[in-house]
């Protein structure tokens, strides 16, 4: 299967940023690393400097499993590129939102509301509870697994309903959020996975690689179409009722 890896790659190169340390290659590389390993998986990347060309609507066809980090250049990336995810997600490809993905322009066209939610950089302890064990998503994950440090994210998140709540997590500030969440849009079907903060090392963490792959694995289409879109005009499916 043929995953396509989207990171806006701001943070790294920004001297004053931890990021740069903890991913020196960019977190898509850190993720292409683990989801090489696999055998199945052939992994592409492509990063904001060339986003119009390393996503068009060619590419996307030959893309089974789309993968998105962005933070703060969400606005950078051409209403056009995020039409044409949009499009190929009802046409069947599959996407995995990551973090501040939940406002990038694709993700925020797939869902239809704000996608807000609150957030906090304090270091917290996060506990991500496992809400739905018998989900795909969740194969090989315990009752729950903690990430030492993250980025408080808490309700209200401004989502509509998802189709599964896989993930909740609960952080040490108090908050809880719906850190693992599906949703089918047309032909395709869509995760949001909460971990991800630039600042901290949570792509090598093993749980998390664990949901990676696995919501790569679940969103691949099975089938897919090319003419979502259209509104076809047909002339009479039968001119009569059978009288059998
Ligand atoms: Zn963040």
Redesign the pocket.
């Known amino acids: 299967m043929n995953v396509l890896i989207y990171n806006e790659f701001r943070h790294e190169q920004d001297p004053g940023c931890a990021a740069g340390k903890i991913y020196p290659e960019g977190i898509h590389s850190a993720i292409a690393g683990f989801l090489r390993k696999e055998p199945d998986i052939s992994v592409r990347t492509v990063t904001l400097d060339t986003v119009a060309e390393g996503i068009t609507e060619e590419i996307l066809k030959e893309t089974d499993v789309l993968i998105w980090w962005g933070?703060m250049n969400h606005a950078d990336v051409p209403d056009r590129v995020a039409e044409l995810v949009q499009e190929a997600v009802l046409n069947g490809m599959g996407a995995v939102f990551l973090?501040?993905a939940h406002k990038s322009k694709p993700f925020m066209r797939l869902m239809g509301t704000s996608c807000s939610l609150i957030?906090r950089?304090s270091d917290d302890l996060e506990r991500v509870w496992v809400s739905a064990p018998y989900h795909p998503i969740a194969a090989g994950l315990d009752r729950f697994f903690e990430i030492p440090a993250d980025?408080t994210y808490g309700e209200p998140f401004g989502i509509p309903t998802p189709d599964e709540t896989v993930l909740i997590g609960w952080f040490t500030g108090g908050e809880v959020f719906r850190s693992g969440c599906t949703w089918q849009r047309g032909w395709g079907k869509v995760f949001y996975f909460q971990p991800?903060?630039?600042t901290y090392p949570i792509y090598y963490d093993p749980n998390v690689q664990t949901v990676i792959r696995n919501a790569v694995r679940w969103a691949k289409p099975e089938r897919r179409t090319e003419n979502c879109m259209d509104c076809p005009n047909p002339p009479k499916a039968h001119t009569g009722m059978s009288t059998v």
Do not use: I, N, T
């Open positions: 933070h973090h501040s957030w950089e980025e991800g903060h630039e």
